[in-house]
């Protein structure tokens, strides 16, 4: 098992230049997330996937995109960056036991993606 | 909207004692909660993940206690070692929802 796997490790960007940050898990898991890792501001949601072909925002959502057409890979967008998108940019997986128990989540080593 | 609060931000220890980190959240309608490490420049490794209807969770050397009407948890490192030096992050996720709230962590370092 791979666990949960992220590319690239490391990204630098223009303003205004997209990208998209690849994220896949071999753990069969339903539930898929983005989060961002900001100094003093702690992890925060940007998106997150219950299963293929259902995504929802989380709490900072703005400037990405994400789509889920299969269970393994949930790729992140971003559409036009900007500086204020410099962060550590982490995948998550989790999977589900029961009707409604969401359990432990397994982090991937995270993107660093600088903005100019 | 939960707040989940990490105090102290960060510790320095001689090896050899006991870690004590704690963490608090404001909603106390939570599924569970979750301890993790991050080694600088690193990812998380998830370390303890505690359920509402538990008290505590052991492994090794790590102990996590839930008090969830007080809104508290508590990680205990015993015996520390240089290897411990990280910092440690709490996150709470609540009955129905999938996202995690974490805190923002403290950072210990034990020195040899």
């Known amino acids: 098992n791979a666990g949960v796997t992220q590319t690239p490790k490391f990204q630098v960007l223009k303003t205004g230049q997209s990208m998209t940050l690849q994220c896949a898990q071999d753990?069969?898991?339903?539930?898929m997330s983005w989060y961002r890792q900001d100094p003093g501001m702690g992890l925060r949601l940007i998106h997150y996937?219950?299963?293929?072909?259902?995504?929802d925002q989380g709490e900072v959502p703005n400037g990405y995109n994400v789509s889920r057409s299969t269970t393994e890979d949930f790729p992140l967008r971003l559409l036009s960056a900007a500086p204020s998108q410099t962060s550590v940019y982490f995948c998550?997986?989790?999977?589900?036991?029961?009707?409604?128990?969401?359990?432990?989540?397994?982090f991937g080593p995270g993107t660093r993606l600088t903005v100019l | 909207k939960q707040e989940v609060t990490q105090i102290p931000a960060a510790l320095s220890v001689p090896e050899g004692e006991n870690l004590v980190l704690n963490c608090s959240f404001t909603?106390?309608?939570?599924?569970?909660l979750q301890w993790f490490r991050q080694d600088p420049g690193k990812g998380l490794t998830s370390l303890l993940l505690?359920?509402?209807?538990?008290r505590e969770q052991t492994s090794g050397r790590l102990n996590a206690s839930l008090d969830k009407s007080s809104g508290r948890s508590t990680l205990y490192i015993a015996a520390s070692q240089p290897g411990d030096s990280a910092t440690y992050l709490c996150?709470?996720?609540?009955?129905?929802?999938?996202?995690?709230?974490f805190g923002a962590g403290t950072t210990v370092t034990v020195r040899a």
């Open positions: 998550a997986s989790s999977y589900q036991t029961g009707s409604s128990s969401y359990n432990e989540q397994f």
């Open positions: 753990m069969n898991h339903e539930y």
């Open positions: 996937s219950v299963g293929a072909g259902i995504t």
């Open positions: 909603d106390s309608a939570i599924y569970n």
């Open positions: 505690i359920q509402s209807s538990q």
């Open positions: 996150a709470v996720r609540r009955f129905g929802d999938y996202k995690l709230s």
